[in-house]
């Protein structure tokens, strides 16, 4: 579902962002990224939304070459992804349930359809009782489990979650991640950038980074 071959990334003549990274991941599966704050994980990310493109390499997602893809059909590519940052961005200007049903709302859905969907993704992240809510009166591990509700409304084939349980405490990270872990269950895959050790699940594959190389050669 997701091949990275040779991928090499500079921002600047000076340094690499990524050097020459090729990995794998298979449909379903759940990924973690490992490795300090700048080893790359965010870049690598991106990559696979089209945010950024290699400056060398081949990223392919379910069989697009990122690097070739037109700007025309990013948004296509996205509505199969669903994107979890380390910065929630909610709305303040409306209630948690009117900012899950944002991304159903903007490609055309049904007023009716989109709440009925929205509804059941705070269900499965365990706020649905607070769908009323702003944004302002959750906490941090609240908010960001609205931000995988939002993610998810779109049914996406793949989750993304850059760095989703920094600055959380260690029972709002772990109910963050069982939310995660539950979408990957039912098989979507999920690639999860921490640099958090405790984070890494048993059983799940972990890719490690270091300074934009994968530690140990390709995964």
């Known amino acids: 579902m997701i091949e990275f071959k040779s991928v090499s990334k500079k921002y600047s003549s000076a340094a690499f ?13 759940l990924v973690y990224l490992a490795g300090p704050s700048g080893a790359g994980k965010s870049t690598l ?8 493109r290699p400056t060398s390499g081949q990223v392919i997602v379910n069989g697009h070459d990122i690097s070739k893809i037109k700007k025309s059909a990013v948004p296509f590519l996205r509505r199969n992804l669903g994107l979890v940052l ?7 200007d409306r ?6 049903m944002l991304p159903l709302i903007v490609t055309g859905a049904l007023t009716s359809n989109a709440e009925q969907r929205a509804r ?8 649905l009782e607070r769908a009323r809510a702003n944004p302002m009166e959750l906490s941090g591990g609240e908010q960001q ?7 998810i409304v779109n049914r996406p084939q793949i989750i993304l979650a850059d760095e989703p349980t920094a600055n959380l405490d260690r029972v709002a990270a772990d109910k963050v991640i069982e939310a995660l872990r539950a979408f990957n269950s039912v098989g979507v895959t999920c690639m999860i950038s921490t640099h958090d050790e405790q984070v890494l699940g ?18």
Do not use: C, P, W
């Open 17 to 29: 962002a990524l050097h020459d990274v090729s990995l794998s991941v298979a449909k379903g599966e």
């Open 95 to 100: 209630d948690i349930l009117a900012n899950v």
């Open 202 to 219: 048993s059983g799940a594959r972990v890719i490690r980074l270091e300074a934009g190389a994968l530690a140990g050669g390709a995964a």
């Open 45 to 52: 990310l991106k990559m696979i939304a089209a945010v950024e």
């Open 145 to 151: 489990r609205v931000a995988i509700a939002r993610a």
């Open 120 to 127: 059941a993704a705070l269900d499965k992240v365990g706020l």
């Open 86 to 92: 380390q910065h929630q961005r909610l709305l303040n």
